[in-house]
């Protein structure tokens, strides 16, 4: 079947635009993840959504970043005023349940460079 | 507060070869240790999943062992070959968050 979808697969912007990232799960997941990947640095974890609601928020770096779950499928991430330092590739991921114990599924990422 | 570390940061070994990568993490609560390759330009794909009561997971060619109480994690890969090249990533679970380390870049000679 179809694995997790992200769009954009590359954006650029300038500095102070608004920008919205899209995530696709697998058909069926309830759990979905936001991480971001600066250059050189690990994996950063955002936030996750159980359903539609995010129990913890607290991974977002800043209040002009934001996301967003609908329907329990699509979910966007946006982020306002972007800055230089907002440049990393953004990786979504689902998995089948909200469990700790459930292998998440990855997405190809979406590359953000803010110029 | 979790810190995951992975050594070596790259890695360059001739085919063939047997390999070892190492994950090393500093709360042992953890839920599970999740391996994952990432391939250039690629998301991220899990190899092994090692649930929090088990010792070790294999798939194919890959075996990762986990020993929590030492906090550490080993991925190794037998009989090497180029399509192994990549960066591999492990990373820790607790509560909602997963935490990785920054990952070993493989590169396997031809």
């Known amino acids: 079947g179809a694995g997790v979808s992200q769009s954009p697969s590359n954006k650029v912007t300038e500095k102070g635009k608004d920008v919205e990232l899209r995530c696709d799960p697998i058909s069926g997941h309830t759990a979905l993840y936001w991480y971001r990947q600066s250059l050189g640095q690990g994996l950063e974890f955002l936030i996750y959504?159980?359903?539609?609601?995010?129990?913890?928020k607290s991974g977002l770096p800043s209040d002009r970043f934001s996301a967003e779950r609908t329907g329990g499928s699509v979910s966007t991430l946006t982020i306002q005023r972007t800055q230089q330092e907002d440049s990393a590739v953004y990786l979504c991921?689902?998995?089948?349940?909200?469990?700790?114990?459930?292998?998440?599924?990855f997405g190809p990422g979406t590359r953000l460079t803010v110029l | 507060k979790q810190e995951v570390t992975q050594i070596p940061a790259a890695l360059s070994v001739p085919e063939g070869e047997n390999l070892v990568l190492n994950c090393s993490f500093t709360?042992?609560?953890?839920?599970?240790l999740q391996w994952f390759r990432q391939d250039p330009g690629k998301g991220l794909t899990s190899l092994l999943l090692?649930?929090?009561?088990?010792r070790e997971q294999t798939s194919g060619r890959l075996n990762a062992s986990l020993d929590k109480s030492s906090g550490r994690s080993t991925l190794y890969i037998a009989a090497s070959q180029p399509g192994d090249s990549a960066t591999y990533l492990c990373?820790?679970?607790?509560?909602?968050?997963?935490?990785f380390g920054k990952g070993t870049r493989l590169h396997i000679l031809p």
């Open positions: 959504f159980q359903g539609n609601s995010a129990p913890d």
């Open positions: 991921a689902s998995s089948s349940q909200t469990g700790f114990y459930n292998e998440q599924f």
């Open positions: 990373a820790v679970r607790r509560d909602d968050k997963i935490i």
């Open positions: 709360d042992s609560a953890i839920y599970n």
């Open positions: 090692i649930q929090s009561s088990q």
